[in-house]
């Protein structure tokens, strides 16, 4: 008798839902597939054509998706997002950058993700292949709700495959059923002076989306500053130091001249450009719209400082090639 309950009470057991036996609180809700479609890769790339995510592992991400509407901000729900890491499709794909001759560095590159509605996002390299933490810009194809546990509440699922930019706190470029991506880079003119030493640039303009020029020679003193602990590591040359930076947020400077808006927030990009020429993109979501406080500073160094007067510091980025020194432009563009 003792063994037949036994062998009843493990098969209870076994049949029990596998998120109830788990400490995992994102595993609670029932996994869905999504609405897959083909995805067309295209651009600067020197192969174009059909993605194969079948051979691609599946990562993960969790995302609290939140709208800006009707001048606030609107909770959509949370969610587990599985699917195929830009990181991953586009890893393999040979880059033919058209301005290759004139700059070599990869900096500068950005995809544009779209859908058959027309609708864009637009992602800097640097998002993808330079973050500290990895994968986290997907193309969905597995949903799961995180459900409170109090409340029961069940967010309202997606059907289809979605783009998911999971260090984004509002979610604009989580757009639906991508169907292409696109790699690019930068077109603009640029004087490169490589090895340029020493290298100062007192100020910095702000530029774009109809602003007449600002130029900044001080920064505001009412601006909170922030100390970061860093190590400091370049893809090329490896360590250059273990000093903290000090700055401002780069967000708070820029925000006063471009408030966000929803194509800002899935359009938009800035391109940062050195005294030497030396120049990286970052979109606006990047810089304007983080949910995980790895900000971009504005650092200002010592007057007359090889490098100075100001650089830039990305707090999210594994290498400091973005990390742009004697600081020229600021240049907005959607």
Not at 14 to 29: E, G
Not at 214 to 242: C, D, K, N, Q, W
Request: overall charge negative; glycine content about 6%; some cysteine.
């Amino acid at each position: 008798m003792k063994n037949f309950i036994s062998i009843i009470f493990l098969a209870i057991v076994l049949s029990m839902p596998a998120f109830s036996q788990t400490n995992d609180f994102y595993d609670d809700a029932e996994s869905h597939d999504l609405k897959m479609g083909t995805l067309t890769l295209a651009g600067e790339i020197a192969v174009a054509g059909v993605a194969d995510l079948s051979v691609l592992p599946l990562r993960t991400v969790i995302v609290k998706e939140t709208r800006f509407e009707n001048g606030r901000d609107h909770f959509i729900g949370a969610y587990k997002y599985e699917g195929y890491s830009l990181y991953d499709i586009l890893n393999l794909c040979v880059i033919k950058k058209k301005n290759e001759a004139e700059f070599p560095p990869i900096i500068d590159l950005y995809v544009e993700v779209e859908n058959e509605k027309g609708e864009i996002a637009r992602i800097s390299w640097g998002e993808i292949y330079y973050p500290i933490h990895q994968h986290e810009i997907l193309i969905a194809s597995k949903v799961t709700r995180i459900v409170p546990s109090k409340t029961k509440e069940l967010w309202t699922l997606p059907v289809e495959s979605k783009l998911v930019v999971a260090h984004d706190l509002l979610t604009h470029r989580n757009i639906s059923m991508p169907t292409k991506i696109t790699v690019k880079s930068y077109t603009g003119t640029f004087t490169i002076k490589k090895g340029m030493k020493p290298m100062y640039a007192p100020s910095f303009a702000i530029k774009g989306s109809g602003l007449a020029d600002v130029s900044i020679e001080v920064l505001p003193s009412e601006m909170l500053h922030l100390t970061y602990p860093a190590v400091f590591y370049g893809r090329g040359t490896g360590i250059h130091g273990t000093t903290p930076f000090e700055g401002i947020l780069l967000k708070e400077l820029l925000g006063k001249y471009f408030p966000f808006d929803t194509e800002s927030l899935t359009k938009g990009i800035f391109v940062t450009t050195g005294k030497d020429g030396y120049h990286a993109v970052f979109t606006y979501s990047e810089i304007m719209n983080r949910n995980d406080q790895a900000e971009v500073l504005i650092v200002q160094c010592k007057e007359n400082e090889d490098g100075g007067l100001y650089k830039l510091y990305p707090a999210a980025d594994f290498f400091s090639d973005r990390s742009i020194k004697s600081l020229e432009s600021i240049v907005f563009e959607k």
